[in-house]
């Protein structure tokens, strides 16, 4: 039987918490979250607790990644199930902090990460990667020497998060976990509660497209131009797709533009649904081209 969650609302009593682990010498797996967990969180949680002696999590809203057109106040929540799934998941403590808790009136001090943000999710939300950067520093700070785990769904987050442990020099080694899908390629997503039925039946596209083009590359078309073409056109062509956001290759490791298909890339996609935009990526790794 999973041994319960404790949750503490204070950052004081998580610290203690964990000091109480790491005066027996456990080491802490991390898994910083917004709630409304689904299967992709729990793997992550499930990675902490296989892989570390103790597994704690935190769930926190935070309102600085969101602008003020986005979803804030409607950000799906329910704390009992979270609580449920992190503890058959393998969490020991949870960090639970209410806004108050976690930043001062006003907020003074954030953190940026500059180069990996400009693209992508940073030039569609560009408020976003700081307040990502800026609860990510203070959820490390406050948990202290960690192994963290983040999901490679949100793989632009992960960059981010990579680059700020590293120029911060934190005692956090950060972990990157596989995208959990549903069985039609979906990449499981708290918001895709959001999606009507028939956005729900269109939204594996963006999964699919990014498999043509990866098996397409694997065929022997080197071109990005080619494959960046078939993935706008299968997606743009699926009813319920509203528009595509960007279908790109990039280089793994910068998320810089690649011409030509070859090395560790990543190909990376975003679309809108309605009001709901969804991104999703996968690996494409090929032989160095040359
Ligand atoms: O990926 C998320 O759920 C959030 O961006 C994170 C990393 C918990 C920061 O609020």
Known sequence: MATAVRVHTTIDGFRRALAEHRSGGATIGFVPTMGYLHDGHASLMRAAASSDDVAVASIFVNPLQFAATEDLGTYPRDLERDLAIAEESGVREMLHPDVAEMYPTPVLTTVTVSGVTSRFEGAARPEHFAGVATVVT????????????????????????????????????????????????????????????????????????????????????????????????????????????????????????????????????????????????????TPPAG
């Open 138 to 285: 203070k959820l490390f700070s406050i948990t202290g020497a960690c192994r963290a785990y983040f999901g490679e769904k949100d793989y632009q987050q992960l960059a981010v998060v990579r680059r700020l442990a590293a120029d911060l020099s934190m005692p956090v080694e950060v972990v990157g976990c596989p995208t959990v899908r549903e069985h039609d390629g979906l990449a499981m997503s708290s918001r895709n509660v959001y999606l009507s039925d028939g956005q729900r039946q269109a939204a594996p596209v963006l999964y699919r497209a990014m498999v043509e083009a990866a098996g397409a590359a694997r065929g022997g078309n080197r071109s990005v131009d080619d494959l960046r073409a078939v993935m706008h056109e299968r997606i743009t062509r699926t009813p319920g797709v509203d528009s595509v956001d960007y279908a790109e290759i990039v280089d793994a490791d910068t998320l810089e533009d690649v011409t030509e298909v070859g090395g560790r890339q990543r190909i990376l996609v975003a679309a809108r649904f309605g009001s709901t935009r969804l991104l999703d990526n996968i690996a494409l790794d």
